[in-house]
Every structure is written in structure tokens, then in C-alpha cells.
């Protein structure tokens, strides 16, 4: 559409409108041209281009926030100059974490692992899971391990 093809009608409701930035959406989302919103409203090009830009960025925040990171599985995260990082909301609801939240990390070979801590525990146990079998069949228990090597600390430090 262009300024011609503007209706008394729609002037008057564009009137209504309180705030510049409405009235830039409003134009947009009728179809017309950037050009022409801003030659409608008296405005710059780049007055219009930011808005409708900035508008658009928050678009696409909020569909990764909700939809989860893109790129299949590979995302960007920004580090603050106090080494924090900054983990997109759809990446904390992936791991079903909050503000606030732990998560377990590691290093492997220049890669920095991040993963829920009950999902690294479970991992562990895994890895000690052919371990305890076998300390099991030969029947060793650990536990009894440690309950006697803490009395006979304890012991020794009563003699002491």
C-alpha cells in the first residue's frame, strides 16, 4: 500500500492511536511500506526501521526463550565481564532449572560440559555401576570399608 491509498477512515484511526511506535506498527501491520509510514507520520526512515527492527528482535528472543535453542542444539551464550554466564530461558527449561540453579560442569578436552546435576549423578553411578558388581561378587562392601577405617580414626585419635 502507499500514502495514496490511504483512506480518510484510516487517518482517523490512525489518530486514535496514542504513542509514534503504535502508529508504525499499526501501518506495518496494514501492509505498508517503511518509506511510507514514515512520510505518513512526519518521521525519519530510521525512526521507523528501528522500531519495526527492535520489535522483530523481540520476536525472535521470545520464540527461542519458549521454543527452546535453535541450530540444532548449538547456541550462543553471552559471558558478563564477571565471568557469569547467561543460559537463554529455553535452555533452562530444557534442564529443568531456575534462577538461581546449580548445574554439575566439566572440562573434556577444551569443551565446557554443562548438565543438570541429578542427570551428572546418574552418569556417575553409571560409570561405578560394573565396579560395585564386582566388589559385590567378591563380597566387598565399601561402606563397611569406611565405617572401619572411621573408627579406627577415631581411635586413634582417643589415644591420642
Known sequence: MTIIDMSRAEFAELEKIATVSDKIRHLDQ??????????ILG????????????DALKA???SE??????LDGAFRLEIGRDGSIMIPQGVMAALGISGGGVLAA???D????????LVALRKV?????????????EGISLSDELIAERRAEAMREVRE
Open 60 to 62: 525472535a528472543q521470545a
Open 125 to 137: 553411578q553409571e560409570m561405578l555401576k560394573p565396579m560395585r558388581e564386582r566388589l559385590r561378587k
Open 30 to 39: 496494514k501492509g505498508y511500506a517503511r518509506a511510507d509510514i514514515a512520510r
Open 110 to 117: 577444551g569443551e565446557l560440559r554443562l548438565a543438570d546435576p
Open 43 to 54: 518521521k525519519r526512515y530510521q525512526h521507523v526501521r528501528n522500531v519495526l527492527e527492535a
Open 106 to 108: 566439566r572440562l573434556d
Open 65 to 70: 526463550a519458549q521454543d527452546g535453542p535453535s
